[in-house]
């Protein structure tokens, strides 16, 4: 049981290159989140899926792009990469956002460098 | 604008010491409010909290909330080298998708 996976680790891009983020989790959550995490401010929700198939922006969509057509993979895209991205992204899912048992399970992050 | 606030931002201490950190918020029909610990990587959850004034424990760790004063309190008994990491403070709203978390406290304790 993997819990929640996330690739790359690390990863260093250009301004204006594209590059996608996976994630992947095991544990049959029906709803999985992107985080990025800079210096003193704490994670902040970049986009929401409640479930399969459906996808919601949170406190800081600009720049990013999601897609979520399996349940247990959530896909978060930079279309043109820009040093402001520089950031540490977190993908986290839990079993059901609307339910009580809202506790999200973090990845291990990837850390992205825009050069 | 929905936020979430902890302090302090910062924290040295011995071990055996015991410490509070805070965290208060202003969120719009909040839900639950939890707490996680963050040492290299992944945030671990640690409590969730949804009604006042019922205190969760697990093992040298306590919290509490306060739905009338918007705040809620996490406290660690005699402290560990281990205990050294960011805690942070999340809050949800009812919908459960909306989760603001705050700025974390970075405790460090010393041997």
């Known amino acids: 049981n993997a819990g929640v996976t996330q690739t790359p680790k690390f990863q260093v891009l250009k301004t204006g290159q594209s590059m996608t983020l996976q994630c992947a989790q095991d544990m049959n959550h029906n709803s999985m989140y992107w985080y990025r995490q800079d210096p003193g401010m704490g994670l902040r929700l970049i986009y929401y899926s409640a479930s399969e198939g459906t996808t919601d922006k949170g406190e800081v969509p600009d720049g990013y792009n999601v897609s979520r057509l399996k349940k247990q993979n959530f896909l978060l895209g930079l279309e043109s990469a820009a040093p402001s991205q520089t950031s540490v992204y977190f993908c986290?899912?839990?079993?059901?956002?609307?339910?009580?048992?809202?506790?999200?399970?973090f990845g291990p992050g990837t850390r992205l460098t825009v050069l | 604008e929905d936020k979430v606030v902890q302090s302090p931002l910062s924290l040295v201490v011995h071990e055996g010491d015991t410490v509070t950190l805070n965290c208060s918020y202003e969120v719009t029909n909040f839900r639950s409010l939890l707490w996680y610990k963050q040492e290299k990587k992944a945030p671990t959850f640690l409590f969730m909290l949804?009604?006042?004034?019922i205190e969760k424990k697990s093992g040298r760790l306590s919290s509490i909330l306060d739905k009338k004063e918007l705040f809620s309190i996490l406290n660690i008994t005699a402290t560990q080298t281990g205990d050294s990491a960011i805690y942070l403070c999340?809050?949800?709203?009812?919908?459960?998708?909306?989760?603001?978390f705050g700025a974390g406290t970075r405790l460090f304790v010393k041997a």
């Open positions: 949804t009604s006042s004034g």
């Open positions: 986290a899912s839990s079993y059901w956002a609307g339910g009580t048992n809202n506790e999200q399970f």
């Open positions: 999340a809050v949800t709203n009812t919908g459960g998708f909306k989760t603001i």
